[in-house]
């Protein structure tokens, strides 16, 4: 039973295409919308800001309810079957970190009242924005190489005291 639960977890780890696109298409239009709004305002310096500036704020609002709605939907299945085993974890924790730490600086962008604690929030979403996507390339070039090396290597899961069986052993009904 063990064996059989094992090796269906880690055939969920791998996300569906659609999932996946529509993770990597709401991210790209979040830091998108964040490095166009960016260089607008750095150029604006004291101005008030334009209306494109605006409707990119708008968009990297609805991008960001996007991505935390994508980002819920690989908490109970993607997140915890990956951590269960053992599978890209620095990563994973790492980008989970960073994109908590996005929505709460991005909240305090939103609702902060002082100009210290705006600017600070400012620095930190900016920082943390950048590094997202590098993050995130890193995570899915590491997932998908380790799983290029699992399909190839035979591996070996051990039953309690029982000698190893091989993978290719996992396909029978032990009832």
């Known amino acids: 039973m063990f064996i059989r639960t094992h090796a269906l977890l880690a055939d ?50 609805l991008g960001a309810m996007l991505v935390l709605i994508c980002f819920g939907a690989l908490l109970p299945a993607h997140v915890r079957i990956a951590w269960a085993l053992h599978r890209n974890r620095v990563l994973g924790a790492t980008l989970v970190a960073v994109i908590l730490l ?33 993050l995130l390339t890193l995570h899915i070039y590491r997932g998908r190489a380790a799983r290029r090396s699992r399909a190839t290597q035979p591996q070996h899961v051990t039953l309690d005291s029982q000698q190893p069986l091989l993978n290719a052993e996992l396909k029978h009904d032990y009832r």
């Open 102 to 134: 996005l929505a709460l600086t991005g909240y305090g962008l939103y609702y902060s009242v002082g100009d210290t604690m705006r600017s600070l929030s400012s620095w930190i979403h900016f920082c943390a924005g950048m590094a997202t996507p590098v």
């Open 12 to 61: 969920r780890v791998l996300l569906p295409r659609w999932q996946r696109w529509s993770t990597y298409s709401t991210f790209a239009l979040l830091v998108c919308t964040g490095v166009f709004w960016w260089t607008l305002d750095i150029d604006r310096g004291e101005n008030p800001a334009s209306a494109a500036q605006v409707w990119l704020l708008r968009l990297h609002g």
